[in-house]
């Protein structure tokens, strides 16, 4: 169960020889720093939108945070370019539940679609490529479930239709109260 199959490899390799389609975008994985690096403004837009925003963003932390999907086999991310540019971005984890033997399960740590394009066709386009992105990882690594979690508070309202519509069913909420 750890590493990847048959038919994950050639879908990836498939994804990553790919130039780009008529419309201009293309998906990859995250496999290098560049990566990381030509990342780094979809990830500052990110927090920027996120309910996380008065926290300055650190780029040592995010640096390190992930480059671990280059050293870990549990952790990949997958990036979407429209015209050489980074419009959307999801990364994961793969585990076992916490509590339990057994339970296997991917964990998204964000989804993100640029808010350049979020609300266009093109920005459902990429959200849809991300989710299955990160479907055919998990189902490649032999899971029982799939987490999307959007805990940033960009558009929830916007992101529980879309996953609604993908046929994922929401459980739980988030809550947040200020201590100090």
Same mark, same amino acid.
């Given at each position: $169960?750890s590493g990847e199959?048959?038919?994950?490899?050639? %879908? #990836? =390799?498939? *994804?990553?020889? @790919?130039?780009?389609? =008529?419309?201009?975008?293309?998906a990859r994985q995250?496999?290098?720093?560049?990566?990381?690096?030509?990342?780094?403004?979809?990830?500052?837009?990110?927090?920027?939108?996120?309910? !996380?925003?008065?926290?300055?963003?650190?780029?040592? #932390?995010? /640096? &390190?945070?992930? *480059? #671990? +999907?280059? %050293?870990? %086999?549990?952790?990949?991310? !997958? /990036?979407?370019?429209? &015209?050489?540019?980074?419009?959307?971005?999801?990364?994961?984890?793969?585990?076992?539940?916490?509590?339990?033997?057994?339970?296997? $399960?991917?964990?998204?740590?964000?989804?993100? +679609?640029?808010?350049?394009?979020?609300?266009?066709?093109?920005?459902?386009?990429?959200?849809?490529?991300?989710?299955?992105?990160?479907?055919?990882?998990? @189902?490649?690594?032999?899971?029982?479930?799939?987490?999307?979690?959007?805990?940033?508070?960009?558009?929830?309202?916007?992101?529980?239709?879309?996953? @609604? #519509?993908?046929? /994922?069913?929401?459980?739980?909420?988030?809550?947040?109260?200020?201590?100090?």
């Open positions: $169960m199959s048959a038919v994950y490899r050639e %879908k #990836k =390799e498939d *994804s990553q020889a @790919k130039s780009g389609d =008529e419309t201009g975008i293309t995250v496999t290098t720093i560049q990566d990381i690096a030509h990342l780094i403004g979809l990830a500052k837009e990110f927090h920027e939108e996120s309910r !996380f925003s008065h926290i300055p963003f650190s780029e040592e #932390k995010y /640096f &390190k945070i992930y *480059s #671990k +999907v280059l %050293k870990q %086999k549990n952790n990949i991310a !997958f /990036f979407i370019n429209y &015209k050489g540019r980074p419009v959307g971005i999801i990364s994961a984890v793969v585990g076992d539940y916490f509590l339990g033997d057994g339970g296997r $399960m991917v964990t998204t740590n964000i989804i993100y +679609v640029s808010s350049s394009i979020r609300s266009s066709f093109l920005g459902s386009r990429v959200g849809v490529r991300l989710v299955r992105l990160i479907s055919s990882w998990a @189902k490649a690594q032999e899971v029982e479930e799939l987490h999307i979690h959007t805990a940033a508070g960009i558009e929830p309202e916007h992101s529980d239709r879309f996953f @609604k #519509k993908l046929g /994922f069913v929401p459980y739980g909420g988030n809550y947040v109260a200020r201590v100090g």
